[in-house]
T-cell receptor, first 113, second 113 residues
Framework: DAKTTQPDSMESTEGETVHLPCSHA???????IYWYRQVPLQGPEYVTH???QNTTNSMAFLAIASDRKSSTLILPHVSLRDAAVYHC??????????????FGKGTSLTVIP | DPKIIQKPKYLVAVTGSEKILICEQY?????MYWYRQSAKKPLEFMFS???????DNQTASSRFQPQSSKKNHLDLQITALKPDDSATYFC????????????FGKGTRLTVV
């Protein structure tokens, strides 16, 4: 899997909108961009994923650059429950029936009350 | 209700002993995985299974053996335990397909003394 680069940590205040960047300069055309988050003592939780178009769901908005070499996870109106380590992961879209994810250090998001 | 059940939640083992970590998923998924997370380290992919067959093994040691007795079960047997095996072990599962999400269990925290 291609590598991603994320800042080690970011900080935000409750109620603000947070932009979490991810760089994936060597992304291949068939690689999806996945975002997971993990809080201490819990398993990772799926946030969102996309291929080329921006995507949105109840948790976040994923903005994908037109050249796909970077993406930004946008969390609107963060709360204390959004404090977690956020992982940006690339996954090749092959129809193998299974999905191996390789996690890096991710971005540790601190939310201040 | 949790859809991926891992047992036990906590486990203390003596060096040299053998333990089995239990994982059952009730999501109807065909693919299951094991990940490991040592203290303050990224989540590490270990195994992937699809339709009860081993697909990928990224664990160097043969002391770690997955066991799939049923389609929705993937236990992890660990023999000759060492203190370095102390970690939280996460089971996960996903449906077939190229861009589906992977769901994680809450983990089994293993301490080897």
């Amino acid at each position: 899997d291609a590598k991603t680069t994320q800042p080690d940590s970011m900080e935000s205040t409750e109620g603000e909108t947070v932009h979490l960047p991810c760089s994936h300069a060597t992304i291949s055309g068939n690689e999806y961009i996945y975002w997971y988050r993990q809080v201490p003592l819990q398993g990772p939780e799926y946030v969102t994923h996309g291929l080329q178009q921006n995507t949105t769901n109840s948790m976040a908005f994923l903005a994908i650059a037109s050249d796909r070499k970077s993406s930004t996870l946008i969390l609107p109106h963060v709360s204390l429950r959004d404090a977690a380590v956020y992982h940006c992961i690339l996954r090749v879209a092959v129809n193998t029936g299974y999905q191996n994810f390789y996690f890096g250090k991710g971005t540790s998001l601190t939310v201040i009350p | 209700d949790p859809k991926i059940i891992q047992k036990p939640k906590y486990l203390v083992a003596v060096t040299g002993s053998e333990k089995i970590l239990i994982c059952e998923q009730y999501l109807g998924h065909n693919a299951m995985y094991w990940y490991r997370q040592s203290a303050k380290k990224p989540l590490e992919f270990m195994f992937s299974y699809s339709y009860q067959k081993l697909m990928d093994n990224q664990t160097a040691s043969s002391r770690f053996q997955p066991q799939s007795s049923k389609k929705n079960h993937l236990d992890l047997q660990i023999t000759a335990l060492k203190p370095d095996d102390s970690a939280t072990y996460f089971c996960a599962s996903s449906q077939d397909g190229t861009d589906t999400e992977v769901f994680f269990g809450k983990g089994t925290r293993l301490t080897v003394v």
